[in-house]
């Protein structure tokens, strides 16, 4: 280890201090905004459009970027997205996280004017998706004497992504390592598979902060704005936010969990995410909407209807069924043309929504593509505890609902409200009761919150979490001479959950 680490028990501290997540949204506030105003005034920050006070020695200088249609060559994100990067000012200079290949000219320009002359001392990289570290190298070619903070496996990725050998600047870490800076001393937090196997977060002691990694991060442009308070987050970017954490990291739910755990007992006074705003009020709000999300808990009693429609009769019929929904009281009913939304926002909805009513085709003796795809990555992200209503199509030969069973089947915890309702080509008065009665189950359900309280699968898997780095293995038995592929740490270091 390198003589500049220590050690700290993260872990425990947090278990001894298990305050809860509630507890965590009571830090933060006003001190921080006074602070920051009174940091903003400072000449060296002054005229440098995106670059802001988070502290009065730690600066924001990330880059949005407004051009970038698809994130990951996948989902769209029409509001663009923000890029974070982080500027420690003490005894020694930190940068935390860098950006995406495509702003490096703004991010450079910040970085410039924040060290206002002064070395670069560390570079801390918490996430080594290219998004937050392909300007990496650059850094170091302009930062020579700059020292790398990382894990093992970010400094393997990084050498596989931008042929960038840091073994001789590298400064490896494992969960509880601390480095001292002068008056901060930052902690290591190990968060594997939140979303990528090499994720660590990193916790500054005099501030409180938390840089997060993608956790509690969002699609979306920062606009001037850069903390939560700033704006109208749940109206403005909420939808993103969720968006973002269900498609990016809901199949993670798991490891999302064991870093709330370890996070519940810590003085956290801010949230510094990769993306998306910064939170300095109101944590406990963020951190139920990760305990639910990951815990793959309905956000909301609601109904969203996806509807899978060639020649219109199907789609005729998920309307009637939403109508009588909506007759029976439930006032959160959304429906969907599953060939005309982005599946990222059906995603997003399915972890937002207690009820799922699915209409289909029969198509080529089997679901329609665009549901089937949607079917599959919900399955691929993991969703659970949901209920769940049928309605099928087929003119000669109706398949659909059955086939979109097997798939649902596979998900843990699914219910099914009433029973499947068949059209032939167009809904018949016959299909109107069967309709009416397949509403009136969903409605009554909802009102009951069914989904919440129907039965856990029984199996016989388990979970064991490793106390070090908070990697889950499952499976039936753990076995003895297990260890952990991303801390090495051994068997008995493993917690049943
Ligand atoms: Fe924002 Fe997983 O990179």
Redesign the pocket.
């Known amino acids: 280890m390198s003589k500049e680490i220590g050690r700290r028990d993260f872990l425990k501290a947090a278990v001894a201090g298990a305050a809860g997540l509630a507890a965590v949204g009571t830090f933060g506030g006003s001190a921080f905004a006074e602070e920051a105003e009174r940091f903003e005034g400072k000449p060296k920050f002054a005229g440098i459009g995106s670059v802001r006070a988070v502290t009065e020695d730690i600066a924001y200088i990330g880059v949005s970027d407004r051009r970038i249609q698809l994130f990951e060559n996948v989902y769209p994100i029409p509001r663009g997205v923000a890029y974070n990067s982080y500027v420690i000012l003490d005894e020694k200079t930190v940068l935390v996280d860098t950006v995406d290949r495509s702003v490096t000219g703004q991010f450079f320009e910040n970085l410039t004017a924040v060290l206002d002359g002064r070395e670069l001392d560390y570079l801390v990289v918490n996430?080594m998706?290219p998004?937050?570290s392909s300007a990496i190298s650059e850094v170091l070619v302009r930062y020579p004497n700059a020292r790398v903070v990382c894990t093992k496996a970010a400094s393997l990725i990084l050498n596989q992504f931008f042929a960038c050998e840091i073994s001789g600047r590298g400064i490896f870490v494992g969960e509880g390592d601390t480095l001292n800076i002068g008056r901060h001393t930052l902690t290591f937090v190990m968060a594997p598979m939140v979303?990528?196997p090499e994720v660590m977060m990193t916790y500054d002691d005099k501030s409180g902060i938390l840089f997060s990694a993608?956790a509690f991060g969002s699609f979306g442009a920062l606009n001037g704005n850069l903390f939560a308070d700033e704006v109208d987050f749940e109206k403005d970017w909420l939808p993103d936010a969720r968006r973002y954490y269900c498609n990016?990291v809901g199949k993670y739910g798991d490891q999302v969990q064991a870093v709330l755990q370890k996070a519940a007992g810590v003085d956290i006074r801010m949230l510094c995410p990769?993306?998306g705003p910064v939170w300095r009020e109101n944590l406990g709000w963020i951190l139920e909407k990760y305990s639910l999300w990951s815990s793959y808990t309905p956000e909301q009693q609601a109904v969203m209807v996806v509807y899978g429609s060639v020649y219109g009769g199907t789609e005729s019929a998920a309307n009637a069924v939403a109508a009588m929904i909506s007759q029976h009281g439930v006032a959160d009913v959304a429906v969907y043309d599953v060939s005309k939304t982005h599946v990222s926002e059906l995603i997003a909805e399915a972890f937002r929504c207690s009820h799922i009513v699915l209409a289909s085709i029969t198509y080529n003796m089997g679901i329609f593509t665009p549901m089937k795809n949607f079917l599959l990555d919900l399955e691929a992200h993991n969703l659970q505890n949901r209920c769940f209503a049928l309605l099928e199509n087929g003119s000669w030969s109706p398949v659909a609902g059955r086939q979109m069973k097997e798939i649902l089947d596979r998900l843990k915890g699914v219910s099914y409200a009433g029973d499947m309702v068949t059209i032939l080509s167009s809904p018949s008065d016959e299909n109107r009761d069967a309709l009416k009665a397949l509403a009136e189950a969903v409605a009554v359900s909802v009102s009951e919150g069914a989904s919440a309280e129907a039965p856990e699968e029984e199996s016989a898997a388990g979970r064991w979490v490793c106390k070090l780095c908070g990697y889950v293995y499952e499976g039936e038995k753990f076995p003895e001479d297990y260890r952990c592929p991303v801390c090495g740490a051994a068997a008995d270091q493993f917690e049943k959950q």
């Open positions: 996430h998706e998004d937050h979303h990528w993608d990016i990769t993306h």
